[in-house]
């Protein structure tokens, strides 16, 4: 039997060290796919991943892991077995390798190793008239929108066909286009967490976001919708645009302005302070040619 015991200690030693990985490892996959989300003021759920104190410490809900328990709520968001599965950006979820590990920490009681990872350096808020760039705006759109507007919708699929989980899908809008870079009036995103247009968004608000990422999107769009390198975003010539609001000028929505031509069919002609709507289409230099302009 003595033999045994020494092979079996052969085996397990080797396999014991490699499936209780400390904090180090768990935190910097954490850091790489859940703290864009999972950390700051507005972390979803208040589940900060970002240190190993938040993650025992878990959400507004309670622990989302417990030592030992293979039914923690944190692994079966990481298995799909609870909904929405995370990382919420993806896919791709975590490779199964990945869980694994995660799972071995957790089996193995959370020990935090030797590294002690700090919190997540906040990006600088731009101020008031600073360039805003998409990666100002992206997490606002990561912890208040996709979980929504994303292929991994709690809905099924993307209300709209509107997916907000990337500068590519902002721009490109679902059925129609919902910024126009340069005109945050004429921007549905904008329109619709202000609450200009019904039903305001974030769908399951109130809360709806705080002031200051309003501000922050609305200049973001004012100023060309940039990338993270400050390149202004295309004019999107020949999308569809609809806009739905109080008549507030001869040819204007709301403050957005558009023209309003020969080729426009016009029914029921609204007045000044009536419900209006408008289906356009975006013309080569931004601005907004009206097809279809009626009184609802
Ligand atoms: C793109 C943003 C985003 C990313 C990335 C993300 N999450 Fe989440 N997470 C959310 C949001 C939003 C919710 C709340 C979902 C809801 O309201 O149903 C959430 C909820 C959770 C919950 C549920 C908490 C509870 O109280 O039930 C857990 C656990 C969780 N996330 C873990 C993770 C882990 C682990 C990762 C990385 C592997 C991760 N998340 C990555 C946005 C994100
Ligand atoms: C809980 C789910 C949910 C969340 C979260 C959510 N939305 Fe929505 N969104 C919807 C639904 C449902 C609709 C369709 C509503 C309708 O017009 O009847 C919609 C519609 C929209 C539209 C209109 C699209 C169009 O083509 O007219 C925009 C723009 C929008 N959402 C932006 C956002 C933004 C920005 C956020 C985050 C700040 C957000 N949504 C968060 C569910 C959600």
Redesign the pocket.
């Known amino acids: 039997m003595r033999g045994l015991a020494v092979v079996l200690a052969a085996v397990a030693g080797p396999l014991c060290a490699q499936q209780s990985p400390g904090f180090a490892e768990v935190g910097a996959l954490?850091a790489e796919?859940?703290v864009?989300?999972?950390s700051g003021a507005d972390a979803?759920?208040g589940?900060h991943?970002d240190t190993l104190a938040g993650v025992l410490k878990g959400?507004?809900?309670g622990p989302?892991i417990v030592a030992g328990d293979g039914a923690s709520?944190?692994l079966q968001?990481?298995r799909g077995e609870a909904e929405?599965q995370?990382?919420?950006?993806g896919p791709p979820f975590?490779d199964p390798a990945q869980i694994a590990m995660v799972e071995a920490w957790v089996m193995a009681g959370m020990p935090g190793g030797d590294v002690a990872l700090g919190p997540a350096p906040e990006r600088k808020r731009p101020a008031p008239g600073e360039p805003v760039l998409w990666p100002d705006v992206e997490p606002i759109f990561?912890?208040a929108c996709?979980?929504c507007h994303s292929d991994n919708s709690?809905l099924g699929a993307p209300p709209e066909g509107l997916r907000l989980d990337s500068l590519e899908a902002v721009l490109k809008g679902g059925d129609r286009l919902v910024v126009l870079p340069g005109n945050p009036e004429m921007s549905e995103v904008w329109r619709r967490i202000t609450g200009l247009a019904d039903p305001r968004m974030p769908f399951d608000g109130p809360p709806w976001l705080p002031e200051e990422d309003i501000r922050l999107i609305r200049d973001w769009i004012a100023q060309g919708a940039p990338d993270a390198a400050g390149a202004k975003a295309p004019i999107p010539a020949g999308a569809r645009i609809r806009l739905r609001g109080i008549l507030t000028g001869a040819a204007e929505i709301d403050g957005a302005a558009f023209v309003i031509d020969d080729g426009t069919r016009v029914d029921d002609r609204p007045r000044i302070g009536d419900e209006a709507e408008m289906r356009g289409v975006v013309q080569p230099d931004g601005s907004v040619r009206a097809e279809r302009f009626r009184d609802r």
């Open positions: 954490f796919r859940c864009i989300c999972h979803p759920l589940l991943l959400s507004e809900n989302v709520a944190l968001r990481l929405p995370m990382p919420l950006d975590l990561l912890k996709i979980k709690k």
